[in-house]
């Protein structure tokens, strides 16, 4: 299954499963088929993606200056939230600018 997000602000952002799950878990929301932000909802979303990005970044520096090499090699090469967020925020921060919900 994919996730699509979708507002009128802007074009679609699509997401494999498991990466729109866990996202939509951030934001405090079920994971399903259909769900929507809500315009009033889109500061909350926001906040909450940015200190999930910076979370990640500290773990993931954590991990790189762990003395054991593989665990941070593996880190390393790996998408970063931050990555992975990037496109849903600019949606989000549009939206917000143009009061539209963003659904899914």
Known sequence: ???KFKSRATADVIMLEANGRQILQILGKTPGE???ITVQQIPVAIA???AAVAEDEARRKA???DP???AAAETADAVGLHQR???LLDMLRRSAAEERDVTW
């Open 63 to 65: 991990v790189h200056e």
């Open 85 to 87: 967020v990037a496109p």
């Open 48 to 50: 909450a993606l940015q």
């Open 68 to 70: 054991d090499a593989d």
């Open 34 to 36: 259909s769900g929507i």
């Open 1 to 3: 299954m994919l996730y």
